[in-house]
């Protein structure tokens, strides 16, 4: 068969879903960011070897597991670091960052605002859930201060920190909030993500409902945005530092160049690196 008779392929959602079933918790809101993972991807029709996932550790970051794309379960905090290198190594592939509020900013904070700063094209989706899920149920840095639990009794009296308005600040080129209830809003929200150029980061309302039972009532709090995106980052901070945290959709989008290695055009040569580093 010569290309004019080849049929095209087609990629559903199935197609990026491995064989490995997930561990976590029934009900878990990361089952939907699975989902509306692997639904992006399809709506993109990116073939899932030309996609890395790259994650830290944590429940939310068991996910490149889940599909059938390249994956690399990295170390705690450090997905960012791993899928920038990827990415700028291998600039053709799609490249997803993928995992907790734990992982992406407390560890791996300093990672996440200069991510944001670099600008390197590559899509960060973070299952916020407000708590450190895995290691059963501490504080993290965007749960409430009066989070009363047994961990930190009356709660740890620290405010939370804002991830939107840090990754505006630092530089982040598209940014957007989404809800694991809404697998379909925020499967399009991850395609907008994935398809705009630079850092784009998607911060998804994921509940923990193990150690976070009442975020099940995110599912009747949150509202889509009411105002479109703006590629203003000064407006899209002050209306993300003046909203109720729980409205749905793309907040920004920016016009930053992506970040690309100087005095290159695309594949990188990494022959020399695995020779330096070859067992
Ligand atoms: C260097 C290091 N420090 C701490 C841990 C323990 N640890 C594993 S997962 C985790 C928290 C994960 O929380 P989060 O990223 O919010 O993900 P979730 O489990 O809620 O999805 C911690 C502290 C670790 N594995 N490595
Ligand atoms: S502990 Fe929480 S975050 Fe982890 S799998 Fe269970 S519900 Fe999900």
Redesign the pocket.
């Known amino acids: 068969m010569n290309d004019m008779t080849t049929p095209p392929a087609t990629y559903t959602a199935a197609s990026y879903k491995s064989a490995t079933k997930p561990i976590w918790c029934p009900g878990c809101g990361?089952f939907t960011v699975l989902s509306s993972i692997t639904k992006a991807l399809a709506a993109l029709q990116l073939p899932p070897h030309r996609v890395g996932v790259v994650s830290?550790?944590?429940?939310?970051?068991?996910i490149p597991a889940y599909t059938t794309c390249y994956g690399f379960h990295g170390?705690?905090?450090r997905a960012l670091a791993a899928a920038t290198g990827l990415k700028v190594a291998r600039p053709d592939l799609t490249v997803l960052a993928a995992?907790?509020?734990?992982?992406?900013?407390?560890?791996?904070g300093n990672h996440f605002l200069h991510a944001c700063r670099r600008n390197v094209d590559l899509t960060y989706v973070v299952?916020?859930?407000?708590?450190?899920?895995?290691?059963k149920g501490?504080a993290?840095p965007t749960t409430e201060p009066d989070w009363d639990n047994k961990l930190s009794p009356g709660g740890t009296g620290i405010r939370s920190f804002h991830p939107l308005v840090l990754a505006l600040a630092a530089g982040a080129n598209f940014v957007a909030r989404a809800f694991a209830g809404d697998p379909n809003g925020t499967a399009d929200i991850i395609a907008q993500a994935i398809r705009h150029p630079g850092f784009s980061f998607v911060e998804v309302l994921?509940p923990?409902v193990t150690?976070r039972p009442e975020q099940r009532a995110w599912k009747e709090a949150v509202h889509p945005a009411t105002v479109t995106a703006t590629d203003d980052a000064a407006r899209a901070t002050h209306r993300i530092m003046t909203d109720d945290g729980l409205n749905i959709g793309v907040l920004y989008a920016g016009r930053r160049a992506p970040y690309q290695v100087p005095g290159t055009q695309g594949h990188q040569d990494v022959s020399a690196l695995e020779a330096e580093f070859a067992l």
Do not use: E
């Open positions: 990361d830290g550790i944590g429940c939310s970051s068991r170390v705690h905090g995992g907790g509020d734990g992982d992406g900013y407390s560890i791996g299952m916020d859930n407000h708590v450190y899920g895995m290691t501490q993290s994921s923990c150690f």
